[in-house]
């Protein structure tokens, strides 16, 4: 057997709650197992969110505690595979940051896990507003440095 010329060591996968983002974890893990790769999946939280947790309408543990249970979901996926999770928050929007939104927020975790591959949910335009992702993924196949499957 020839050794593959990609080494992938850690997959970032961007999540928000939506059916998108399950299939997102399913390829993140279906790679990560045949590279002997670990996951990471962040939780980017939407405009809404990111508002009332920056004004202190929302504690940021209460946020925790929410993304807590798609997360165990999808812990459960990669521990079926074999394949080690880990997991962060992000806020997709700042009222702060001129330039924070759910792509740089992507992009900025990917630098700081060191990440090799992304994958990212192609979401429908539909307009509801947990689906965080929607646009992001166009920004994230402009500017990321590392392979990107868009799914």
């Known amino acids: 057997m020839t050794e593959s010329p990609v080494e992938v060591n850690t997959v970032l996968v961007p999540v928000d709650g939506s059916d998108e983002s399950v299939r997102a974890i399913e390829y993140a893990v279906a790679i990560a197992k045949k590279y002997g790769a670990s996951v990471h999946a962040l939780y980017v939280l939407g405009e809404e969110m990111t508002r009332a947790v920056e004004t202190g309408a929302v504690e940021e543990d209460d946020v925790v505690v929410e993304t807590e ?65 929607e646009k992001a993924a166009e920004y994230v196949l402009l500017y990321a440095s590392q392979p990107v499957l868009s799914v």
Do not use: M, W, Y
Not at 80 to 91: F, P, Q
Not at 103 to 125: K, M, T
């Open 69 to 133: 249970s798609f997360i165990d979901s999808t812990r459960a996926v990669a521990d079926d595979a074999g394949v080690s999770l880990s997991n962060s928050i992000a806020l997709g929007f700042s009222t702060r940051r001129k330039l924070q939104h759910p792509g740089s927020a992507v992009l900025d975790c990917a630098d700081e896990i060191d990440a090799d591959f992304l994958v990212i949910p192609r979401e429908p335009l539909s307009g509801e507003p947990g689906e965080v992702l």
